[in-house]
């Protein structure tokens, strides 16, 4: 039975589901975070500790996953951390204080960090370069659709059933995704994975863990206060000695030197200014909703839904027709111009606007960013080696998590900086400048990645843009070949797109 599935189709499903679940679980959380705060009795500050300690175990326990998934096996990695991932949910669910809570989300963050490197490095091993887009669509799923749907699903779980059941929701979706890993996916590891770095495993980890949680905490707490600047220096010289240390390091744990390749460094550099501008605005989206608009949780989850399907919809135009059609340098570069534009339309609405114009917008923003993640997944990994991909990929999701966490500081800092609410006739009323802002902050993030992704070189990623049948007769055959009329038939041959503005 294993062999009438193909490696490319078990380790999609498999990674699908266990991202699905991953990136979901911080936005699904998020909404429920009131509803816990009072069942424990404890203050919004102290609640976001829930938030704050995923995404800081995520930080420590990514730069080890690709080394991991190189030693032991990428599907052992893969299904250990889906088990600690799916075991730590059900943990949450059942956890009886604040205490309790964070602790069990530490370790859902250490099943999560492993998660999306080891996955990413098994799905571009078993898609050869020239079919590196199918993955990309594939991985484009779970990071756009997740957190859009975390909202929705969060609203309705915690207003009709109970806040636990935002973690038992990842149960059935963890087990599936264990079983059928179990069942069909093929064991690989890498012939010579290295020695494990400790010092380049302490000094990342330990350095992004702090960024984190200083980024995440310096819009709540103010960013001129000592607790967060304390960690934010803490954590930059920590990973300032990181680089010093991993480039003197012959088998360094984060390889560094793979920023030396100039396609991986431009899609690097597009990948965080991008995830800066788009996972900003989600968040920044959903507080103009509840905050300015007076939505309920379930409202607004259900007014950001439409950037979802723009998503579904504007992966498959990328797939099927833009990026065979242009190659990555003009397709990025045109997805982060339309990204610019529909974050920047947003700052447009105001008091009275209808809701139904913020939806197309958000529809609209879907179609843009598929045009974005789809290309920058595919050209990527064009010039890296099988034996770095587990490596390439743990430093690409870092990056991505990376400016998730930026955007939603940076918007944030931008609202709380300009007002959220003001006082007008003696009663306060939402300040809708200070989300206005923030979107047209985002907007600039996003032009200005278009700096990175002019820099991509249509040739490098040439073994990524799919071939194309096209119906040609040469001058040749028409002069020498029987006549159309006779039944002659033109011949048909396979010719490779040209890399678009370079032929």
């Known amino acids: 039975m294993e062999a009438r599935i193909s490696q490319k189709v078990a380790v999609g499903v498999v990674f699908v589901g266990a991202m699905f679940m991953s990136i979901m679980d911080a936005t699904i959380v998020n909404v429920a975070l009131p509803t816990i705060g009072r069942e424990f009795h404890v203050s919004p500050v102290a609640i976001d500790s829930i938030a704050i300690s995923f995404l800081v175990s995520l930080a420590v326990f990514i730069p080890a996953s690709g080394w991991l998934g190189d030693r032991f096996g990428g599907k052992r990695v893969l299904l250990t951390a889906i088990v600690i991932f799916t075991g730590a949910s059900a943990l949450c669910g059942i956890a009886t204080s604040l205490g309790e809570l964070v602790a069990f989300r530490v370790l859902q963050g250490a099943g999560g960090g492993m998660l999306a490197p080891v996955g990413m490095a098994m799905l571009f091993r078993v898609f050869p370069p020239e079919e590196r887009v199918r993955a990309a669509a594939i991985l484009t799923v779970p990071t756009t659709l997740a957190p859009a749907l975390g909202p929705v699903l969060g609203g309705l779980l915690t207003t009709d059933l109970s806040w636990r059941w935002v973690f038992y929701v990842n149960l059935p979706i963890g087990a599936a995704a264990f079983v059928f890993g179990a069942m069909f996916v093929q064991e690989s590891r890498q012939p010579h994975p290295g020695r494990f770095d400790l010092p380049g495993f302490l000094l990342s980890g330990f350095g992004l863990g702090l960024l984190m949680y200083g980024v995440s905490e310096g819009p709540v707490k103010g960013w001129h206060t000592t607790g967060v600047l304390a960690t934010i220096a803490a954590g930059a010289v920590l990973l300032a000695a990181m680089v010093v240390v991993e480039l003197r390091t012959a088998e360094p744990m984060v390889d560094l030197r793979l920023l030396g390749n100039r396609l991986f460094r431009s899609s690097n550099g597009v990948m965080v200014l991008g995830s800066i501008a788009f996972l900003g605005t989600l968040y920044a989206i ?197 006549s159309l009329a006779d039944g002659a038939v033109p011949a048909v041959v396979e010719v490779p797109v040209t890399s678009p503005g370079e032929a």
Request: proline share 5%; with cysteine.
């Open 286 to 482: 959903s507080l103009y909703y509840q905050d300015g608009r007076g939505l309920s949780a379930l409202g607004s989850g259900l007014s950001t839904f439409p950037e979802a399907l723009g998503v579904m919809g504007g992966a498959q135009l990328a797939t099927r027709w833009l990026y065979p059609m242009f190659g990555p340098r003009r397709h990025l570069t045109g997805g982060l111009v339309g990204v610019a534009i529909s974050i920047g339309l947003l700052a447009l609405l105001g008091p009275g606007t209808s809701l139904w114009w913020a939806r197309l917008l958000m529809l609209a923003l879907g179609l843009a960013m598929a045009q974005v993640f789809v290309p920058v997944q595919a050209a990527a990994f064009a010039t890296i080696t099988p034996e770095a991909t587990g490596r390439a990929s743990t430093m690409f999701n870092t990056v991505r998590q990376l400016g998730g966490a930026i955007g939603v500081a940076v918007l944030t800092t931008a609202i709380v900086a300009v007002g959220p609410v003001h006082i007008v006739g003696g009663h306060p009323v939402a300040n809708l400048t200070a989300y206005r802002i923030a979107f047209l902050v985002a907007a600039a993030v996003a032009l200005i990645g278009t700096a990175c992704s002019l820099t991509v070189r249509d040739s490098d990623a040439a073994r990524t843009i799919p071939k194309r049948k096209v119906r040609q007769a040469t001058q040749g055959q028409l002069d020498t070949a029987p």
